[in-house]
């Protein structure tokens, strides 16, 4: 909406209006302006980190004739610092960082030396090192300056508009504990910049028509006379009062895209195409964020239940096919001997047909014949009577013994769940003895189940007397610890008597202490005092016996300059008595040798 104007005089907002050359509008706009949505990244040169930045307008921009004229002197962008959401203190965190520099160096060719420990606690010349190498991958032609590293990282990042601050002072103890994680972060930052670079060179560039003779476009005629006329048509609408010019701002954008040749379609898709990785990377970074090795045990664990699910459904299956097999062998073998029956049964129809060929019968053989098989129809009749008689009863008995069975069976899980709550099953339990107490009772035949019945009843009645001589014995060790007990208690009753005799003895024998001490301590107060004064009169004698032995050695210096002056006059006079000998033998030699001649 439209913001109030300033209270100030417009003579007085004009010069600072065109003054202001940090302003983010459409005036200086390029279409040349390499932001990562139009598929470049924005690489400065770095002796160019403090000129003016230009914004792309298809980015987002911040239109100056849309604010309040006395809102130019707080600059545009603000000064607020934007929290770091990295956990840069996390150990976890910075060792992966660490990890992923050490792997995007040493891919590509990291000339100087890597380690482990170097990357935890690198040195501030081994971090602008690898801080150079990293930018070359950016621009190729860049060199580290020699001199002010540390004002020139700082800007570098800043050109590059990097969201958070590094300090000049950081750099000069780069791997301190407080100072490496931001340092790394920044270094992270840029290798992810060095990336999206390499991923958005290899895509088909946004303005296809363009080449690289056409770079300077903004400086053709069409673009100046769009400007020109923008900049003539705000400014007049300003001067007579506007503060806001959508109209103006939406048509220079809409003749720009027009002059360039802009794809919104392929731009829009860009859009769409960065918000869905967006999406993923921070789905990664909260993924990276978790334990994954707890995830992978937890994991291991599920499997490790499914495999042995599986092992057991497996050994399942494999009993489930032994017993298809066995019952497949079993009615093999029927069906070799209902085979060889019937085989017998063919043979023995062959005979008797072949007899009744061969034989002749008489009416009365013929009627007798007749009356044998009505007798035997009747007679099949009434077998077959009783015998459905007798699979009916037999179908009653079986639902009978089914139901005795069923009751037996829950009997019999009873008797187990007590068997186990009294610790007599499986064969191994504490008070099974060895004694295998559970009943299988469809595994062997009656007379069998009848002796293990009677076996079982005989080792619980023995148990049973076993268990009432052991509750006996404890009663009477239960009275005799009872006994016991009592007997403990009065000591401890006469002990606690004693020890009541004993504390006063105690507190007698402290009181004394007491006064004891106290004597002490008078005696050595005094011994205190006395030895302050035999200090006091050592220290007295010391400074005496300091003063004579002053005294003494100042006549010993005395003493020795003294004998050394007489040394050299004795010296001096001894010369001199010497030449003065030579001088007599040399005229005595003389003057021998002239009265001679």
Known sequence: GRMSRATGSRPSELPMRVQDSNRMSMVYTTPQSKQPSFGKLNIPKPQSVTSERRTSFFGPRTSGASMSRNSIMSGFGGTEKIKDARPLHDKSFVQQCIRQLHEFLTEQGYPGTLSAKTLQSPSSKEFVKMFEFIYRQLDPTFEMPNSKVEEEVPAILKALRYPFVLSKCSMYSVGAPHTWPQALGALMWLIDNVKIN????????????????????????????????????????????????????????????????????????????????????????????????????????????????????????????????????????????????????????????????????????????????????QTISSLSKSLEDGEQHKWNEEIALAKVKEKAELKLAEYHKLARKLKLIPLSAENACGHDFEIRPFECGPGSMVQHKTQIQMLLRKLVSDVEEENSRLANMKLSLEESCEQVNS????????????????????????????????????????????????????????????????QLKAAQQQYHLVLQETNEERRTVANNLASVFTTAANHLSITEV
């Open 198 to 377: 390499w991923s958005l060179s290899k895509q088909e560039l946004l303005f296809s028509d363009f080449c690289e003779d056409s770079d300077n476009i903004e400086e053709g005629a069409e673009f100046n006379k769009l400007f020109l006329d923008f900049t003539a048509e705000t400014y007049s609408k300003f001067m007579q009062g506007d503060d806001t010019f959508e109209d103006e701002d939406e048509t220079f954008l809409n003749k720009l895209k027009k002059l360039y040749n802009v794809d919104e379609a392929l731009l829009a898709a860009m859009e769409e195409k960065h918000r869905i990785l967006s999406d993923e990377v921070e789905r990664l970074e909260k993924e990276s964020q978790t334990d994954r090795l707890m995830t992978k045990r937890m994991e291991r664990v599920k499997l490790q239940a499914d495999l042995k699910k599986l092992q057991s459904y497996r050994s399942s299956l494999e009993s489930f096919k032994a017993n298809l097999e066995n019952k497949s062998s079993e009615l093999n073998d029927e069906l070799e001997t209902t085979v060889s029956h019937l085989d017998s049964l063919k043979h023995e129809r062959n005979e008797l047909q072949h007899l009744l060929q061969n034989q002749k019968f008489t009416p009365a053989d013929v009627e007798r014949i007749n009356r044998e098989k009505r007798e035997l129809q």
């Open 491 to 554: 000591n401890i009753l006469d002990k606690s008597n004693d020890l009541k005799q004993l504390r006063e003895q105690i507190r007698k024998l402290d009181e004394r202490l007491d006064f004891d001490m106290q004597e002490l301590a008078r005696e050595e107060q005094d011994w205190a005092k006395e030895m302050e004064s035999a200090e006091n009169h050592r220290k007295l004698l010391e400074k005496k016996v300091n003063y004579g032995y002053d005294e003494a050695v100042q």
